[in-house]
């Protein structure tokens, strides 16, 4: 968790370059920002399909681990019969003959398990298997998570998931405000993963004649996520006339155009150089990274939700003397006002029911708990979930919410 200037309890607040196809000058940008940016940041470059971060900001490795993703089926050649149940079974097509015995493609597998039931050897059974690399190195301007998926590999979207996970740890450890991620084209699954949870995502794009239709899509799957969004025209100048089209399309549907940079010889050659072109975009890029900042700090000021056990679904119940079994969560914003109550599940657990109702309001975006007590289990879970925790012992709801808003409850963590 990170302050702000006035002592606001706040999330590393996460911004996602996306766009709906490649080639927009989305990574050059995402460069350009972790330039400009002040204060503690992380990066992350979430397009594990074609990262690219890494060539302008050249991350000095600190550390490389093997990505595994979902486990796939692997036959026992040895005890193989080549009968071909597995064969006839799968799908997906992931299974082969060769030389008489069952050959599954890893990069096929969906892992279903079904094979494994019908081999009347049992000589199939489920892998690992080694899908890609997740890296982590030092920049010039703060660390930076990393990725690359193998040729072929499946997966993108729950590496994507785990780059922006190292990135968000480690950026709630060094209490640093933000998260600046470079995001995969498009909208399949590593978009989405990228994109999830976010807190802005910023929507690169240039005047093509695809332009306006790749920014719907973009802008579809925001809404399906309901993340706001900011749109950058980048190399506005190449078609003054379809940047115009854009302008106006996004006026009439209500789309934010945050600012908008033109090209520049100067600003390839920088790149070819292997230098970040800050100095080359000059004052447009300052204005538009203002922009995004300004949309962002609105955002993060909704975006802390606070949970609260409670003794019934109103802010005048009282906070439940037991976080754990409480019969009642109310989740409220940090101006007070409740986003919702709902039954807590505690009392029918017979083990866990504290870490089961911290998952649940972690899930739920709760960044802060004001509570009675917490034993040992639930302290690590919610540091691990990045969460702060307040003593709300012997109050209301509402003047639990109020006497946090003013600063006077005691810090549990
Ligand atoms: S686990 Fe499912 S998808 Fe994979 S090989 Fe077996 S049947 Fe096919
Ligand atoms: S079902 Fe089992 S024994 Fe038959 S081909 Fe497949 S792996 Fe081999």
């Known amino acids: 968790m990170a302050r702000d200037g006035e002592g606001i309890l706040m999330s590393p607040f996460e911004i996602v370059m996306v766009s709906g196809k ?7 940008l995402t460069a350009c920002f972790a330039a400009l940016a002040e204060g503690p940041r992380v990066l992350a470059d979430a397009d594990v399909d074609a990262p690219n971060l890494g060539i302008i900001l050249s991350p000095r490795e600190t550390e490389s681990r093997p990505f595994f993703g979902m486990k796939v089926a ?20 992931s299974i082969l003959m060769k030389d008489g015995k069952a050959v599954v493609d890893p990069g096929f597998c969906e892992g279903c398990g079904g094979c494994l039931l019908v081999c009347p050897e049992g000589c199939i059974e489920k892998r690992a298997f080694q899908r890609g690399v997740l890296k982590r190195g030092e920049t010039d301007f703060g660390p930076m998570w990393h990725a690359r998926l193998a040729p072929g590999g499946e997966n993108s979207g729950m590496l994507v998931a785990l780059v922006r996970k190292e990135a968000r740890q480690e950026a709630t450890e060094l209490k640093a405000p933000l998260i600046l991620v470079d995001g995969p084209p498009g909208v399949g699954c590593p978009a989405t993963s990228s994109l999830t949870g976010a807190g802005l995502a910023v ?13 719907r899509r973009v802008i579809d799957l925001c809404g399906t996520l309901s993340l706001p969004f900011g749109i950058a025209i980048n190399r506005w100048d190449i078609s003054p006339v379809v940047t115009e089209e854009i302008r106006s399309v996004c006026e009439a549907e209500g789309w934010p155009i945050l600012g908008a940079v033109p090209f520049d010889e100067k600003i390839t050659r920088a790149t070819s150089d292997g230098r970040i072109p800050v100095e080359e975009m000059g004052r447009p890029l300052v204005e538009l990274w203002r922009a995004i900042l300004q949309r962002g700090s609105a955002k993060n000021m909704t975006k802390i939700k606070i949970g609260i056990p409670s003794l019934g679904a109103e802010t005048s119940s009282a906070v439940a003397d037991r976080f754990a079994r409480a019969p009642w969560f109310v989740v409220a914003d940090e101006s007070g006002k409740v986003l919702e109550s709902f039954e807590g599940t505690g009392a029918d657990e017979a083990h866990g029911a504290a870490t089961k109702m911290l998952t649940t309001l972690s899930e739920k975006g709760v960044s802060v708990l004001l ?3 917490l034993g040992p289990n639930a302290i690590n879970f919610a540091k691990q979930a990045g969460m702060s925790a307040f003593c709300a012992e012997g109050l209301t709801v509402a003047d639990a919410l109020a006497k946090h808003t003013e600063g006077k409850l005691e810090k549990l963590l």
């Not at 490649?22 to 050059?28: D, E, I, S, V, Y």
């Not at 929507?203 to 920014?215: F, I, T, Y």
Request: aromatic letters at 4%; proline letters at 5%; hydrophobic letters at 30%.
């Open 22 to 28: 490649g080639g927009t000058g989305k990574t050059t």
């Open 74 to 93: 692997h036959v026992d050649e040895a005890r193989c019969t080549g009968c071909g149940e597995c064969l006839r079974f799968c799908r997906f097509g």
């Open 203 to 215: 929507l690169v794009v240039e005047p093509s004649r695809s332009a306006l239709a790749d920014l």
């Open 371 to 373: 509570v009675p007590r």
